[in-house]
């Protein structure tokens, strides 16, 4: 939340007054107005972190000012990412200071992992240090885990009720849960009804919704949704009076379709939608986040300034932030992208919270504010062994991954006591143990990388660790490696090292830069590839592996679930 004092006010009266210089001034600026739809001539001034003028004047004061001019060039609102996993193997400073030089520089982002990692008050803490970035912060209150773990009082109302309250936090979900809704879940009603007491929206998490679901999930306060797979799903989502997200993601890169399939049904009205990445992975995100997904609408045949206002305006209204973002007008946050050519969303220049992150195509040094050991998240430290007993496995029914996100149980019908299974059984071992070391749960996973000896991630929807492999010496050999990087994902065949992935913060994030985890992401993904893993990104595959939100069958703290039914199939075992 940007508020500024009294004092500070009368400061940015003062500039317009011409008593006091602006820092920054934009001149001869062809930008966007979100509110005509008009490209207009202006001069714009920045006073610190915020837009204090846009018109034709120039400042009386100029001690000090840094003129800047955009003759030829074209100036539209910072982007804003409204949907965001900042988590992925990638750290979140690492991830938004990456996406802010592309001209994406306002984040609503996804707090589930700091759940998993720090205590509340650790959190808001850190959450406090991330405002001290130079680009725009704010989160998500989660109400569930996407899986089933052992402490079902993680999430806890008066936890929920804290984070309703607090100022960075803007919507409530995403709404993985929304079953237990038409169930008479009670206790997550009324989490939601304290959001929305706060003005705060609630963001669903809908796939697949029958309009008679939908319906009745906005009769229970769901303000929004990013589940659209097709214009026919988005239509019915806006005809019921959602606002919609329209997505660009590894998984699901539907946005060119959709806005095709909406400009043919006659669409001319897109106010109420936006664009998201919804968690891109590092090689994904390699060239940006939301200006990617500017340029896929436009290729796609959107008008350029919807496009440009679907990633600015639209989602600064949905979060109620529109006196402060997606803006170029006098009071906003100084947000703003100066392109070479309209049609080109990729900044050549980024000002965000009136600093520059990039100028004229050379992006500025900018030094970490993050101190993540003072906040404990540490390389992961496992106080127990891989033990023979641990690489036991008897389970009847198995994991068969049809795609990235489905995966449909099946009866273990191979020989699955030796040492190794056949790489032409396409099947290979799989467990997930505790990171402290106290359970386990193995079964048999088929159709994953069914000629690799193995994978060891301790990045996983919870932070347990997953074993993948079809070879116990090199699950083995995988397991100690992770262990001294202190968390990382790891590929191992015939007991060579192929390929790595440190994630010494808590086991689950990078803290290298970027470009490193970017080039780390593509090996992992050549080397699994080579080696059978047939679908789009293997750090979703890992992460989906404990999700309850997809079907049909997953691997969880408390053992092999049936996702339809909610019941325990196997329980997991005791260590």
Known sequence: MTLWRNRELRQHIKVVDGTVAP???????????????????????????????????????????YFYDCQGKFVVPGYIEPHAHPFQAANPEETVMHAAKTGTTTFVNDNLTWYLLLNKKKTFSMMNTFSKLPVNMFWWNRFDSQTMLKDNQMFNTKDILDWAEHPMVVQGGELTDWPSLLTGGDRL??????????????????PGASSRT???????????????????????RLELGYRVSLRYSPIRP??????????DKGMSQFDNMSFTMDGPTPAFMEDGIINVCIEKAIESGLPLETAYRMASYHPARHFNKEEEF???????????????????????????????????????????????????????????ELTEEDLQFSSPIGMDMVNDV??????????????????????QFIALIDKYGEWRVNTIIRGFAPKLGALVSSFSATGDIIYIGNSKKDLRIASQR??????????????????????????????????????????????????????????????????????????????????????????????
């Open 406 to 427: 489905i995966i449909q149980p099946y009866t273990i019908l191979s020989d699955v006591s030796a040492d190794e299974i056949p790489a032409n059984k396409s099947e």
């Open 326 to 384: 997606g803006s170029i007008a006098p009071g906003r946050v100084a947000n703003i992208n100066i392109l070479f050519d309209k049609q080109n969303p990729h900044p050549e220049s980024v000002i965000s919270k009136g600093e520059w992150i990039k100028k004229d195509g050379t992006v500025i040094s900018q030094p970490s504010v993050i101190p993540w050991e003072e906040y404990e998240v540490t390389p992961l430290e496992l106080d127990w």
């Open 214 to 236: 939908l319906t009745k999930m906005k009769l229970f306060g769901i303000s929004s949704d990013h589940e659209s797979m097709s214009a026919e799903d988005v239509l019915k």
């Open 23 to 65: 820092g920054i001034v934009l001149t001869n600026a062809t930008y966007l107005n979100v509110y005509t739809n008009q490209w207009l001539k202006a001069n714009i001034w920045m006073y610190e972190n915020r837009i204090v003028y846009v018109g034709e004047k120039l400042p009386e004061e100029t001690t000090g000012t």
């Open 482 to 575: 992770m262990k001294e990087l202190g968390g990382a994902i790891v590929l191992v065949d015939q007991g060579e090292i192929l390929a790595e992935i440190p994630l010494p913060l808590g086991g689950v994030m990078a803290k290298v830069p970027m470009e490193e985890i970017i080039s780390s992401d593509k090996e992992l993904k050549k080397v699994l590839a080579a080696y059978g893993y047939a679908y789009n990104d293997p750090i979703y595959s890992l992460l989906f592996l404990s999700a309850i939100h997809l079907p049909f069958f997953r691997i969880t703290q408390q053992g092999l679930i049936d996702v339809k039914k909610r019941e325990i199939v196997i329980p997991a075992t005791m260590r």
């Open 254 to 263: 539907d946005l060119p379709e959709i806005i095709k399939g909406l400009l």
């Open 189 to 206: 009603l009324y989490w939601m009804q304290e959001m929305k007491k706060f003005g705060k929206p609630i963001e669903g998490h809908l």
